[in-house]
């Protein structure tokens, strides 16, 4: 597992019922991209999270594919529909096999 | 070993198509993932927005937004990266909007691609220029 990787997601606390609402996320991490080479002249391998997904009570509200070419500290930024009061869920698969997840709770009023 | 006049003049040819390859092989790479993602299929423009900035200072981190109402994904390709391919963005049946943003790495000036792939199964590019003061490709 990479070091130092900690999830932070922006998620409004209530929302109505069917509104559109906007999501932040943004997770620490190096995104080796696999270009880069280190002091010896060996090329760093390439280390990036490769798979983001966003989840509400189980229904997929967006997944990305990420590569090579996402900055440092990925951040996303897309809008989810909620229908009713539940959970996002958030995903991160990092190369090495590791899962980072962050869930947050939405109330409908 | 003498060098006659038309040695010279095939080495002379071979050494210019040789320092062509590169950037003929990056136009290709870029031709290559957007051919995989639409399978071929030919592309029209407009109903797809893509937002990047004309001059971006650091070529580390760019921010990037793509909108394409009624798309199921759309894919992000920087044209002059070594490796092509930036993100696909799957949009889900809760998606808000067909939209989503990020901040991508530009190894240097060049075109960025966006390519939506609408839920009638057509797909639709836009295409932005994005000079890059400072590249991202480490090094």
């Not at chain 1, 529909?81 to 698969?93: D, I, L, N």
């Not at chain 1, 090495?96 to 009023?109: L, N, P, Q, W």
């Not at chain 2, 960025?112 to 400072?134: C, E, H, L, P």
Request: hydrophobic share 40%.
């Amino acid at each position: 597992m990479a070091s130092g990787v900690k999830p932070r997601v922006k998620v409004p606390k209530t929302a109505a019922a069917g509104e559109v609402i906007t999501i932040k996320t943004l997770i620490s991490h190096k995104m080796e991209s696999g270009q880069r080479k280190d002091s010896d002249g060996n090329i760093i391998p390439q280390s990036i999270i490769n798979t983001f997904t966003c989840d509400f009570n189980g229904q997929n509200v967006i997944n990305v594919e990420l590569h090579g070419a996402i900055s440092t500290n990925p951040y996303f930024q897309f809008e989810a529909t909620v229908p009713e009061s539940g959970e996002f869920t958030f995903t991160w698969q990092d190369d090495d096999g590791s899962t980072y997840t962050d869930s947050k709770s939405i109330a409908v009023s | 070993m003498n060098f006659t006049r038309r040695d010279a003049l095939v080495i002379g040819a071979g050494a210019v198509t040789a320092a062509m390859l590169p950037i003929k092989a990056f136009a290709s790479l870029a031709d290559d993932a957007e051919a995989a993602f639409t399978g071929g299929a030919a592309t029209s423009d407009g109903g797809i927005e893509l937002t990047a900035p004309e001059i971006a200072e650091n070529g580390n981190t760019v921010p990037v937004g793509v909108s394409a109402p009624g798309a199921v994904s759309i894919i992000i390709i920087a044209a002059g990266n070594p490796n092509p391919d930036v993100c696909t963005f799957n949009f889900g049946p809760l998606a808000g909007s067909q939209s989503a943003s990020t901040r991508m790495r530009l190894s240097g000036t060049q075109d960025v691609v966006a390519i939506a792939k609408m839920a009638d199964g057509s797909f639709v590019r836009a295409a932005s220029t994005v000079k890059v003061t400072i590249g991202g490709c480490g090094g």
